[in-house]
């Protein structure tokens, strides 16, 4: 196996939630290429794999992950012709967003700021502002049996954060986008606009995975709830609720478990306050489901994968 690879190394400082335990065993990794080698070998030995980009969106239990952690630490981006852009898996979101910028095209803004990777960002269809990485792909490089594949875009079923790499076994290894021409000045505009609106409404400076749950893509036909709550008459026209919206009215905002602490500032993020371990945040979102269902009687849907 490759010489980099350590045992029982402890995770939580890879993850954006400074929570979890060790990894039987790990091995960074800084290139599309590595990444190949790394992932043909675990899989030709049986061994299990996870693969952790920028360590957003996911909870690590304190028992740790058994097999290899895979760790992305970077990632090409390559121009394959005007507007054309081959990503690496590891390659930064926020990274992107400054080199699309940079070939003045425009696509990526919704990802400035965003801790993630681009194997991630397609793993889980990530996305804000009313985009996702879905609007701009063309096709994705992936492993599976130890083999290469390319996917085209018609052939990858992708819907609201969620995608056909959550449910079969394929490891991301680039991406290749499209993105159009536009003005340095108005790309810069838009950036600069998103990553003042995630520095205003969420809690930047602390320990967290991003949003905890889903918006849930629905609507209440119950009037008592809708007379009680009058912004649900907006929600039900466009069928999407926020999910920070139904964890406030259901007084959760600044509630603790332990070291877990629901944000003041957004309440769809909880924050490691003091320490959290993963029980902490799970017995935090059980007791949001448990009280959103009551109220409202909506299934809050995590959007943070627990491994």
């Known amino acids: 196996m490759n010489s980099k690879i350590e045992k029982n190394f402890p995770l939580a400082d890879e993850t954006t939630f400074k929570i979890g335990g060790p990894a039987e065993l790990f091995v960074p990794v800084d290139s599309k290429t590595e990444l190949e080698e790394v992932v043909k070998e675990a899989q030709k030995k049986e061994i299990p794999l996870t693969v952790l980009g920028g360590g957003s969106n996911v909870l690590i239990s304190e028992e740790g992950i058994k097999g290899l952690t895979v760790k992305l630490r ?4 390559e121009t394959l012709k005007p507007g054309i852009f081959r990503v690496g898996a590891g390659a930064s979101l926020h990274r992107l967003s ?3 910028l940079q070939k003045s095209r425009t696509g990526m803004e919704w990802a400035a700021g965003i801790p993630g990777t681009m194997g991630g960002a397609v793993y889980g269809n990530a996305g804000a502002f009313g985009r996702c990485v879905a609007d701009n792909l063309k096709e994705v490089e992936v492993l599976k049996d130890q083999k290469k594949k ?3 875009r018609d052939e990858i079923n992708f819907s609201y954060r969620n995608s056909t790499f959550k449910r079969e076994n394929l490891v991301i290894l680039s991406a290749t986008i499209r993105l ?7 790309i810069r505009e838009r ?5 003042n609106h995630r520095k205003k409404n969420h809690p930047v400076d602390a320990a967290s995975a991003g949003s905890i749950f889903k918006n849930p893509e629905t609507s209440i036909e119950d009037n008592e709830i809708v007379s009680r709550y009058p912004m649900m008459k907006k ?8 999910a920070g919206y139904l964890v406030e009215k259901v007084g959760m905002k600044g509630s603790r478990i332990g070291g ?4 003041e500032k957004h309440a769809n993020f909880i924050i490691n306050k003091d320490g959290a371990d993963a029980d902490d945040v799970k017995n935090l979102i059980q007791l949001i489901k448990k009280k959103v269902k009551k109220e409202f009687g909506i299934e809050l849907e995590r959007e943070i994968r627990y491994l």
């Open 74 to 77: 970077s990632g090409e981006i």
């Open 98 to 100: 400054d080199f699309s």
């Open 150 to 152: 390319i996917l085209k």
């Open 180 to 186: 159009e021409k536009d003005s340095p000045a108005k």
């Open 191 to 195: 950036i600069e606009l998103n990553l």
């Open 235 to 242: 929600f039900n026209e466009n069928r999407v609720i926020p």
């Open 260 to 263: 877990a602490e629901v944000s």
